[in-house]
């Protein structure tokens, strides 16, 4: 039997890396990529054949357009035609607030989050569509609860770029529906992952916001992925244009 084959971006670690090695466990084969850290992709991918399943890492800067294509043919020649995608890489600046917010920081936020989603669920519209094999077909994108909540304080310009993930999602999944293809949305809440020391700079967010969450405590990068790979799944198989909130009450 044919697996199906997902390329996550971003894969290498949080949300990324716990669903490539979450889908390796449910017989997907894997394409990992990553823009800078090949030791933790290899890791990722040593899970992932540990699961049973084929997988390879590769780099690729996701605001790239040029690396973007690449990155695609790559996963195509390595594992076969692409059944999944999941558009996760993503930043977040330094948080504070707009009016301390330095242009760069924005500008290179905007650049991965929205330009290079974009141009991520372009190129996966176009594999899955010339990948014509009947139901089955599924994009998720990574957006976020800032959306909804506006972040103010902390980062309003990461907001704003997954409001566009959300609008991004809604649309493609009109237009992407007649070809088969599902286009769903996971908006996580406040997650444990290293993306709060490495991209906002501050390492005790998660314990400062926690108890202002509802359910009082952070989710895991495992219980985002279990709904990335429900909404990559044939469970969900009459479920598009959604963007499913896994934010423990927020």
Not at 218 to 236: P, Q
């Amino acid at each position: 039997m044919t697996r199906p084959v997902l390329l996550v971006t971003g894969g290498s670690r949080g949300i990324g890396a716990a669903t490539c090695i979450m889908a390796a466990g449910r017989g997907y084969d894997v394409a990992v990529n990553y823009q800078s850290n090949a030791k933790a992709a290899a890791g990722v991918v040593a899970a992932c054949e540990a699961a049973g399943a084929k997988a390879v890492a590769l780099q690729g800067d996701m605001a790239d357009a040029t690396d973007i294509t690449r990155v695609f043919a790559k996963a195509k020649a390595a594992l076969g035609p692409l059944t999944h995608v999941v558009n996760n890489a993503g930043i977040t600046g330094k948080s504070g607030p707009l009016a301390e917010a330095e242009i760069a920081v924005i500008c290179e936020c905007i650049d991965v989050n929205v330009t290079g989603a974009i141009l991520v669920a372009r190129e996966a519209a176009r594999a899955l569509i010339a990948n014509g094999g009947g139901e089955g077909r599924a994009i998720v994108n990574i957006s976020s609860v800032a959306a909804e909540l506006g972040s103010p304080g902390e980062y309003v310009w990461y907001a704003a770029s997954k409001g566009a993930v959300d609008s991004l999602t809604i649309g493609l999944a009109k237009e992407l529906a007649g070809h088969g293809i599902r286009v769903n949305a996971v908006a996580p809440g406040i997650t444990e992952t290293e993306i709060h020391a490495l991209s906002t700079g501050e390492a005790g967010r998660v314990a400062r916001l926690a108890p202002m969450i509802p359910m009082k405590r952070a989710g895991t990068a495992d219980e985002i992925a279990e709904a990335v790979l429900f909404l990559l799944s044939d469970a969900s198989r009459y479920t598009t244009g959604i963007i499913m909130k896994v934010a423990g009450g927020r």
